[in-house]
């Protein structure tokens, strides 16, 4: 064996060993992690609506939780300062009303929401 056919029996041998991070598969990568939840305006939100019927309308605020956790809010709209409570679990929506009869369709959501500890 010459001293050529050696050194290249050792690059290519140990060229593996140098570079073990590019012949890694997919597979032995771990999981991404996932971020904690800090703000909950980033996985909740709150919207109003409302409701035509008979003697005025009739507004709802509605709470969507995409959070891992329970949400709770005290929500109120720009038509009625009474903040009334809402919550809301993981992956679940839940509304309140908050006036009936009122002569304005147009309302305006306002909350001071957490998550659950």
């Known amino acids: 064996m010459t001293w050529r056919t050696a050194l290249l029996s050792l690059v290519i041998s140990s060229g593996f060993n140098l570079f073990p991070a590019a012949f890694a598969s997919a597979e032995d990568e771990p999981p991404p992690r996932r971020k904690p939840v800090s703000d909950v305006t980033s996985c909740a939100k709150v919207t109003a609506s409302t409701r035509y ?26 038509v009625d300062s009474t903040k009334l409570p809402l919550k809301a679990e993981p ?10 009869g009122s002569p304005s369709r147009a309302v305006v959501a306002q909350s001071e929401c957490t998550l659950e500890k």
């Open 53 to 78: 019927e008979a003697y005025g309308y009739t507004h709802v605020v509605e709470l969507k939780n995409a959070c891992p956790k329970a949400v709770f809010c005290q929500v109120w709209t720009d």
């Open 91 to 100: 992956g679940k929506t839940e509304s309140v009303v908050t006036r009936k």
